[in-house]
């Protein structure tokens, strides 16, 4: 077992394979999940004018405190026409220009107002009440950096900036592809020995969450044949995952017929439990997963180096798993020769996230599985590991 790769040997050479798929052009009002491939500078100042932060009156601070003519209005979108003077005041609202000649805002719940009058008392004027013009950012400085996946608030700063189009890598296609004589889909009769296939669509969901183009390949029997022509066709993808046969009885046949058609295998066995006997090879540029079969092991496996890789595809600047600090809620036995992933349940107390591992950690347990929000990392050893003491996670 000694030559087994630990977690993260396997996960440097996955992403040793995984470069940044070419860049296209894409709407910003649609870029949401998407990876910035270049650096978004901004087409205009932000704020575009010094603006208004409140309802009240544009002045000069000089003239204060005093009694000022209200010469015109400033609404949002709509300028005064002209500029204020001496002893003069406009009426502004949030988001209106400040007109030229006022340097300071005086709210409205600030000032008494009288038959075209704002009385104005005391030293009222407060900051930061006028929006400075590129304040937020400046024309041409930088928005969002490349490497950046894009969320609500890069896609609002992007539209704010003047943006329509980005830059962003394509969209991983990846195929997806279930082995196993035994499979059914959802809605058919099991026959004896038969079950349902859980990994097509709880991979699906995964594969989309980190950004993919999904396409879930027919399952194929454990078949040579049957199998041949379908990782044939997986192979046209980005990435290729299997599951199922993957490992050393003699109806896995994964590993064999993908090196027939050329592939490339970069590493097989990762010190890792659940997911041990995952294999990932190279055909040219498309990244080949042997998920093992077991639901657990296969989710694992996706969490600790599918999506990575997907991200690392998508130009992701830090595509490694976010893992998190945690501590455990129980003691658990630790496995001498692999670092495990325990599903667990996180909760908060007093501010640290406390990881309660649930019952049922065998690797085809997905049903107790749906119960955890969170994979723990215990590192191997001998014995337990106490209850409280400081772990990783990753959140589900
Ligand atoms: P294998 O990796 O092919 O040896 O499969 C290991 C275990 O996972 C076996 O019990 C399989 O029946 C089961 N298995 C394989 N593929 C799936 C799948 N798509 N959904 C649920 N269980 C599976
Ligand atoms: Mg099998």
């Known amino acids: 077992m000694s030559e087994l790769l630990s977690i993260d040997q396997a996960l440097e050479l996955v992403l040793g394979r995984a470069v940044a798929l070419e860049p296209e052009d894409v709407v910003v009002a649609g870029a949401a999940g998407r990876v910035l491939a270049a650096p978004a500078l901004a087409a205009v100042d ?7 932060s409140m309802d009240g009156f544009a002045v000069r601070s000089r003239d204060l405190p005093g009694t000022l003519t209200i010469v015109g209005e400033a609404a949002a979108g709509r300028p005064a026409t002209m500029a204020v003077g001496e002893g003069q005041a406009i009426a502004i609202a949030t988001g209106g220009m400040v007109p030229a000649g006022a340097d300071a805002v005086v709210p409205i719940e600030d000032v008494h107002v009288d038959e075209g009058v704002v009385v104005i008392q005391g030293n009222t004027i407060r900051g930061g009440l006028v929006r400075d013009r590129g304040g937020d950012v400046s024309a041409g400085a930088l928005v969002v950096a490349a490497g950046t996946s894009l969320g609500p608030a890069q896609i609002g700063a992007l539209a704010a900036a003047g943006l329509t ?11 997806v592809l279930l082995t196993g004589t035994e499979l059914r889909a959802a809605g058919e009769q099991l026959e004896a020995g038969e079950i349902y296939d859980a990994n097509g669509p709880m991979l699906a969901a995964q594969l989309r969450s980190a950004g993919a183009d999904v396409d879930l390949l027919p399952a194929v029997r454990d078949d040579p044949d049957a199998l041949r022509a379908a990782l044939e066709r997986g192979l046209a993808a ?15 046949l994964v590993r064999g017929t993908s090196a027939e058609l050329g592939v490339e295998e ?35 496996g996706l969490e600790l180096f599918v999506r990575p890789a997907l991200l690392a595809l998508q130009g992701a600047s830090d595509p490694r798993p976010p893992f998190l600090p945690g501590r455990l809620g129980r003691a658990v036995r630790r496995t001498a020769t692999r670092d495990s992933l325990l599903r667990a349940r996180k909760t908060v107390d007093v501010g640290s996230v406390v990881l309660e591992p649930v019952g049922g950690q065998e690797s085809h347990m997905i049903a107790r599985a749906a119960a ?9 050893g001998d014995g337990e590991l106490a209850a409280g003491s400081p772990v990783s996670y990753l959140a589900l």
């Open 266 to 300: 970069v590493f097989w066995g990762v010190a890792l439990r659940p997911g041990k006997p995952i294999a990932f090879g190279v055909l040219g540029r498309t990244l080949v997963f042997g998920l093992p079969g077991n639901p657990v092991s296969a989710l694992v």
């Open 372 to 380: 955890a929000d969170a994979l723990v990392l215990v590192p191997r």
């Open 46 to 52: 932000l704020p575009p004018f010094p603006s208004s």
């Open 165 to 175: 189009n980005v830059s962003c890598a394509r969209v991983p296609r990846v195929a």
């Open 238 to 252: 980005d990435a290729l995952i299997t599951t199922g046969g993957v490992s050393v009885g003699v109806h896995d």
